[in-house]
C-alpha cells in the first residue's frame, strides 16, 4: 500500500541551486515522499478522521465521559467528521492535506463553540455562521479564556498533519483512461460524502425520536445538549431547528415601500406605569360547568371580581402554543410578531433571533419609559439571557437575583414574585420615570403530578358538581392549587397598585393553556373537544388563556378608562392574538403609531383581532377558516413585514444596563 518512488538524479538537478529544487531534490534523494494506494487512501482516511474528533473532543472534554459510554454518541459525532474528510479528499487528493483543512474547519468550529457558551451559555448554531463579523465584535467585550495546552496540541497536530501532506502522497494515476476514471472517483466521493452528510441532516440528525434516545439530562439546556452529546451532533441537530422562512411571494423592496407608506404619529405618551404579569400556565378551566365552588374556595376569585370592576377590560389572548411555549407568547406579546409566522416548521421564537430587533421595550424607552424584564428563572432556557438584550430590555432579573425566595413545586413561589415586584416597583419610583415592566412567573409549571407540591401538605379538595375519572381529579386538584396562588398575586398586586397614588395599568395573562394529561385527559373529562379542525372557531380554545387590563384610579383617569376598550377597538368578545397585545397597550399609553410596524399592528388588529396558523376572526364577519380577500393580503402583508424586520431591519443593539441582575432590589 505504501511505496518507495525514487527517481535518478540528472546533473543538472544536482547542480541546480534554486532552494525550492534542491528541497525536493533532496526529498527524491531520500526516496521520499512516500506514496500510497487506494486501499492505504481509505485506511488514512479513517485513522486521520478518528484522530480529528478525538483533538476536537479535547476542547469540549466535558463531552467526553458522556461520548465514552455512549457508542450512538460516537457515532454521530464522528461521522460528519468522517464525511467531510471524505468530501475534501475527493477536492485536493490528498488525504493529509483534506485532513489538514478539515481539522481547521471543525477547530474552528469547536474553538469557537468553546468561547460561546463561556460567554453567552449558548453553543454555536449555524444560524452564528451568518454572523461571523457581529460575533468577532462581541468577542471583544467578553474575558474569553482559551486552554493554552489544548491550543498548542491543535498547533502541533496541524503541523504534523502539513508534514504527512508533503511527505505522503497518493499515487499517480499512469495514462489517460486512468486519470479519467480517477477524477470521477474523486467526484463521487466529493459528492456522494455530501449528499450524504445532506441526507444524514434532515434525517438522522434532524429526529426528535433520536434526540430523545440520546443520554442527556436536560435537552432545554443547550449547553448541555451540547456538553452532554458532543458537538457535532449538536451543530447538526440545530441545522434544521428554528429558521426563518422566507414567505412565498415576498419582495423586500415593496414591502419597503409599504413600510414607507405606513402612517405614523408622534407619541403623545401618557406617563403610566405599565405592568406586564404573564402567568405560567394561568387559565379559567376551573371554571367548568363540572366544578361547584362556594365562597371563597374560588381559584380564580380576584380575577373574577377584578373582571366585574370598572377599570378592568378582560377577554382570551390567543397564544401560539398549546401546553408550553411560554417564551413564544414573550416573543409575540413583546415584538407584535407572531411565532407561527417565522416559520411553517415548528421553531422556538427566541432561537430564531440573532439580532437586536424591535419590540415594545424599544418604543416604550424611546419615548421615557425605564424597561425591565423579570423572571424568576434560569436565565440560560430559551436563550432569554440574550434575546431579552437583543429586545432592547434596559435590566434583565433572573433566579440568581430571589436570594430570599421561598420556592413551590420545584420553582420560585408567586408569592415571593410578588414581593419582589413590589419591591423593584418602588425602587424604580427613585428614577422619577414611568416604568415598563415584563414578568413571567414560573411556580404553576407542569407537570402536574401529586409530588409537585407534596410538600405543602394535603392540598384543598376540588369542589365538584359532577364526579370526575381519579387520575383527571388528581392532576386539577394540583393544577387549581397553582392557579390559586397565581391569582392571589394577582389580588395582592391589585391591592397593592389601586392604593399608589402613581398611574399603574396592569397587563395579566396566562402564558397557555395548561398540559392536563396525554390526549387532553383532564379536557376530555371536563367535556371539552379540543379539536384540531380548523373548519370550526372551536378549535382556538386550546390556545386562549385569559387576560385583564386592570387599572388604578390615576391611570384609568389618565387613560379615559371608560372609553379605552371602545377607542382600542378591542373586539366585542374579547379574542385577541397575543401578538396584538402589546401593540394594544402602546396604543393604550399614546405610543401606538409612533413605529411603524406597531402602526400596521394596531390597524391590523382592529379589521382582524385574531390571526392564527392560517385562519383569522374578522371583526365583522366572524371566523375565517380560509381568509381570502382583503383578509388574505392583509395577513401577507403581516408575514412580510415580519419577515423584513427579522431579516432585514437594523436595530441599534444597546446592552441592557443588566444583563442578569444578581441581587434583591
Same mark, same amino acid.
Given at each position: 500500500?505504501?511505496?518507495?518512488?525514487?527517481?535518478?538524479?540528472?546533473?543538472?538537478?544536482?547542480?541546480?541551486?534554486?532552494?525550492?529544487?534542491?528541497?525536493?531534490?533532496?526529498?527524491?534523494?531520500?526516496?521520499?515522499?512516500?506514496?500510497?494506494?487506494?486501499?492505504?487512501?481509505?485506511?488514512?482516511?479513517?485513522?486521520?478522521?478518528?484522530?480529528?474528533?478525538?483533538?476536537?473532543?479535547?476542547?469540549?472534554?466535558?463531552?467526553?465521559?458522556?461520548?465514552?459510554?455512549?457508542? /450512538?454518541?460516537? /457515532?454521530?459525532?464522528? /461521522? *460528519?467528521?468522517?464525511?467531510?474528510?471524505?468530501?475534501?479528499?475527493?477536492?485536493?487528493?490528498?488525504?493529509?492535506?483534506?485532513?489538514?483543512?478539515?481539522?481547521?474547519?471543525?477547530?474552528?468550529?469547536?474553538?469557537?463553540?468553546?468561547?460561546?457558551?463561556?460567554?453567552?451559555?449558548?453553543?454555536?448554531? *449555524?444560524?452564528? %455562521?451568518?454572523? =461571523?463579523?457581529?460575533?468577532?465584535?462581541?468577542?471583544?467585550?467578553?474575558?474569553?479564556?482559551?486552554?493554552?495546552?489544548?491550543?498548542?496540541?491543535? =498547533?502541533?497536530?496541524?503541523?504534523?498533519?502539513?508534514?504527512?501532506?508533503?511527505?505522503?502522497?497518493?499515487?499517480?494515476?499512469?495514462?489517460?483512461? =486512468?486519470?479519467?476514471?480517477?477524477?470521477?472517483?474523486?467526484?463521487?466521493?466529493?459528492?456522494?460524502?455530501?449528499?450524504?452528510?445532506?441526507?444524514?441532516?434532515?434525517?438522522?440528525? $434532524?429526529?426528535?425520536?433520536?434526540?430523545?434516545?440520546?443520554?442527556? #439530562?436536560?435537552?432545554?439546556?443547550?449547553?448541555?445538549?451540547?456538553?452532554?452529546?458532543?458537538?457535532?451532533?449538536?451543530?447538526?441537530?440545530?441545522?434544521?431547528?428554528?429558521?426563518?422562512?422566507? *414567505?412565498?411571494?415576498?419582495?423586500?423592496?415593496?414591502?419597503?415601500?409599504?413600510?414607507?407608506?405606513?402612517?405614523?404619529?408622534?407619541?403623545?405618551?401618557?406617563?403610566?406605569?405599565?405592568?406586564?404579569?404573564?402567568?405560567?400556565?394561568?387559565?379559567?378551566?376551573?371554571?367548568?360547568?363540572?366544578?361547584?365552588?362556594?365562597?371563597?374556595?374560588?381559584?380564580?376569585?380576584?380575577?373574577?371580581?377584578?373582571?366585574?370592576?370598572?377599570?378592568?377590560?378582560?377577554?382570551?389572548?390567543?397564544? @401560539?402554543?398549546?401546553?408550553?411555549?411560554?417564551? +413564544?407568547?414573550?416573543?409575540?406579546?413583546?415584538?407584535?410578531?407572531?411565532?407561527?409566522?417565522?416559520? &411553517?416548521?415548528?421553531?422556538? $421564537?427566541?432561537?430564531?433571533?440573532?439580532?437586536?430587533?424591535?419590540?415594545?421595550?424599544?418604543?416604550?424607552?424611546? +419615548?421615557?419609559?425605564?424597561?425591565?424584564?423579570?423572571? *424568576?428563572?434560569?436565565?440560560?432556557?430559551?436563550?432569554?439571557?440574550?434575546? !431579552?438584550?437583543?429586545?432592547?430590555?434596559?435590566?434583565?432579573?433572573?433566579?440568581?437575583?430571589?436570594?430570599?425566595?421561598?420556592?413551590?413545586?420545584?420553582?420560585?413561589?408567586?408569592?415571593?414574585?410578588?414581593?419582589?415586584?413590589?419591591?423593584?416597583?418602588?425602587?424604580? %419610583?427613585?428614577?422619577?420615570?414611568?416604568?415598563?415592566? !415584563?414578568?413571567?412567573?414560573?411556580?404553576?409549571?407542569?407537570?402536574?403530578?401529586?409530588?409537585?407540591?407534596?410538600?405543602?401538605?394535603?392540598? @384543598?379538595?376540588?369542589?365538584?358538581?359532577?364526579?370526575?375519572?381519579?387520575?383527571?381529579?388528581?392532576?386539577?386538584?394540583? !393544577?387549581?392549587?397553582?392557579?390559586?396562588?397565581?391569582?392571589?398575586?394577582?389580588?395582592?398586586?391589585?391591592?397593592?397598585?389601586?392604593?399608589?397614588?402613581?398611574?399603574?395599568?396592569?397587563?395579566?395573562?396566562?402564558?397557555?393553556? @395548561?398540559?392536563?394529561?396525554?390526549?387532553?385527559?383532564?379536557?376530555?373529562?371536563?367535556?371539552?373537544?379540543?379539536?384540531?379542525?380548523?373548519?370550526?372557531?372551536?378549535?382556538?380554545?386550546?390556545?386562549?388563556?385569559?387576560?385583564?387590563?386592570?387599572? +388604578?384610579?390615576?391611570?384609568?383617569?389618565?387613560?379615559?378608562? &371608560?372609553?379605552?376598550?371602545?377607542?382600542?377597538?378591542?373586539?366585542?368578545?374579547?379574542?385577541?392574538?397575543?401578538?396584538?397585545?402589546?401593540?394594544?397597550?402602546?396604543?393604550?399609553?399614546?405610543?401606538?403609531?409612533?413605529?411603524?410596524?406597531?402602526?400596521?399592528? +394596531?390597524? %391590523?388588529?382592529?379589521?382582524?383581532?385574531?390571526?392564527?396558523?392560517?385562519?383569522?376572526?374578522?371583526?365583522?364577519?366572524?371566523?375565517? #377558516?380560509?381568509?381570502?380577500?382583503?383578509?388574505?393580503? $392583509?395577513?401577507?402583508? !403581516?408575514?412580510?413585514?415580519?419577515?423584513?424586520?427579522?431579516?432585514?431591519?437594523?436595530?441599534?443593539?444597546?446592552?441592557?444596563?443588566?444583563?442578569? $441582575?444578581?441581587?434583591?432590589?
Amino acid at each position: 500500500m505504501l511505496y518507495w518512488e525514487k527517481t535518478r538524479l540528472t546533473a543538472q538537478g544536482a547542480k541546480d541551486s534554486r532552494l525550492g529544487t534542491r528541497w525536493t531534490v533532496w526529498l527524491r534523494a531520500q526516496g521520499l515522499p512516500y506514496h500510497y494506494d487506494e486501499r492505504c487512501h481509505w485506511i488514512l482516511t479513517g485513522v486521520l478522521s478518528v484522530f480529528i474528533c478525538w483533538m476536537c473532543a479535547l476542547i469540549l472534554p466535558e463531552s467526553l465521559p458522556y461520548l465514552c459510554r455512549s457508542p /450512538l454518541l460516537l /457515532l454521530l459525532n464522528w /461521522l *460528519p467528521v468522517l464525511l467531510v474528510l471524505v468530501a475534501v479528499a475527493g477536492a485536493v487528493r490528498n488525504v493529509f492535506g483534506a485532513a489538514v483543512i478539515t481539522l481547521a474547519v471543525c477547530g474552528v468550529l469547536n474553538f469557537a463553540n468553546e468561547l460561546k457558551i463561556e460567554a453567552r451559555d449558548d453553543p454555536v448554531s *449555524p444560524q452564528d %455562521l451568518t454572523m =461571523a463579523r457581529e460575533a468577532l465584535t462581541a468577542a471583544g467585550s467578553y474575558d474569553l479564556h482559551v486552554d493554552k495546552g489544548v491550543v498548542a496540541s491543535f =498547533a502541533i497536530a496541524f503541523l504534523l498533519l502539513l508534514v504527512g501532506a508533503a511527505l505522503l502522497r497518493p499515487r499517480r494515476a499512469q495514462g489517460a483512461e =486512468a486519470v479519467r476514471k480517477e477524477a470521477v472517483r474523486r467526484a463521487a466521493s466529493f459528492v456522494g460524502s455530501l449528499a450524504a452528510l445532506a441526507g444524514l441532516t434532515v434525517t438522522v440528525y $434532524a429526529s426528535s425520536d433520536v434526540l430523545s434516545a440520546l443520554p442527556c #439530562s436536560n435537552r432545554f439546556h443547550m449547553t448541555t445538549l451540547c456538553q452532554e452529546t458532543g458537538f457535532h451532533y449538536t451543530f447538526l441537530h440545530l441545522v434544521t431547528q428554528n429558521h426563518l422562512q422566507k *414567505p412565498d411571494g415576498f419582495s423586500k423592496s415593496a414591502t419597503e415601500d409599504a413600510i414607507a407608506a405606513t402612517d405614523t404619529e408622534p407619541a403623545q405618551a401618557k406617563p403610566v406605569n405599565v405592568i406586564f404579569v404573564m402567568s405560567e400556565a394561568f387559565s379559567d378551566v376551573t371554571d367548568d360547568d363540572a366544578f361547584a365552588w362556594t365562597g371563597n374556595n374560588d381559584p380564580l376569585l380576584h380575577f373574577h371580581a377584578l373582571a366585574q370592576s370598572e377599570n378592568a377590560i378582560t377577554g382570551h389572548l390567543v397564544v @401560539p402554543n398549546y401546553g408550553g411555549g411560554t417564551a +413564544n407568547t414573550e416573543f409575540d406579546v413583546l415584538t407584535g410578531m407572531q411565532t407561527a409566522m417565522l416559520s &411553517d416548521a415548528s421553531v422556538s $421564537a427566541f432561537r430564531v433571533m440573532h439580532k437586536a430587533t424591535g419590540s415594545v421595550f424599544r418604543v416604550a424607552e424611546e +419615548n421615557g419609559w425605564q424597561t425591565a424584564f423579570i423572571h *424568576p428563572g434560569k436565565a440560560w432556557f430559551y436563550n432569554r439571557q440574550n434575546t !431579552y438584550r437583543w429586545l432592547g430590555a434596559q435590566e434583565i432579573i433572573f433566579e440568581d437575583a430571589f436570594t430570599q425566595a421561598t420556592y413551590k413545586g420545584g420553582y420560585v413561589s408567586d408569592a415571593s414574585l410578588t414581593n419582589y415586584v413590589i419591591s423593584d416597583f418602588e425602587q424604580r %419610583l427613585e428614577q422619577g420615570v414611568p416604568q415598563f415592566t !415584563y414578568v413571567t412567573t414560573i411556580q404553576n409549571h407542569m407537570a402536574y403530578t401529586p409530588q409537585k407540591y407534596e410538600q405543602e401538605g394535603a392540598l @384543598p379538595a376540588l369542589e365538584l358538581a359532577e364526579e370526575l375519572p381519579e387520575d383527571a381529579a388528581s392532576m386539577l386538584q394540583v !393544577y387549581s392549587y397553582g392557579v390559586r396562588d397565581a391569582d392571589t398575586m394577582l389580588g395582592r398586586l391589585v391591592y397593592y397598585f389601586e392604593r399608589r397614588k402613581e398611574p399603574v395599568l396592569l397587563v395579566w395573562f396566562g402564558d397557555h393553556m @395548561p398540559s392536563l394529561g396525554q390526549d387532553y385527559l383532564c379536557y376530555q373529562a371536563l367535556g371539552k373537544d379540543m379539536t384540531a379542525d380548523r373548519s370550526s372557531e372551536a378549535w382556538l380554545d386550546a390556545y386562549a388563556p385569559p387576560f385583564l387590563l386592570w387599572a +388604578n384610579d390615576a391611570a384609568a383617569e389618565m387613560l379615559d378608562f &371608560d372609553t379605552l376598550a371602545e377607542r382600542l377597538g378591542l373586539p366585542e368578545d374579547g379574542k385577541l392574538s397575543a401578538s396584538f397585545l402589546g401593540a394594544a397597550v402602546l396604543d393604550a399609553v399614546g405610543c401606538g403609531q409612533s413605529d411603524a410596524f406597531f402602526a400596521f399592528v +394596531n390597524e %391590523l388588529r382592529r379589521d382582524l383581532p385574531v390571526v392564527q396558523r392560517g385562519t383569522a376572526v374578522d371583526a365583522q364577519d366572524g371566523y375565517l #377558516s380560509e381568509p381570502d380577500g382583503d383578509a388574505a393580503r $392583509a395577513i401577507q402583508e !403581516y408575514q412580510d413585514r415580519i419577515y423584513y424586520r427579522m431579516k432585514y431591519e437594523t436595530v441599534e443593539d444597546t446592552a441592557s444596563q443588566s444583563e442578569a $441582575a444578581e441581587s434583591q432590589p
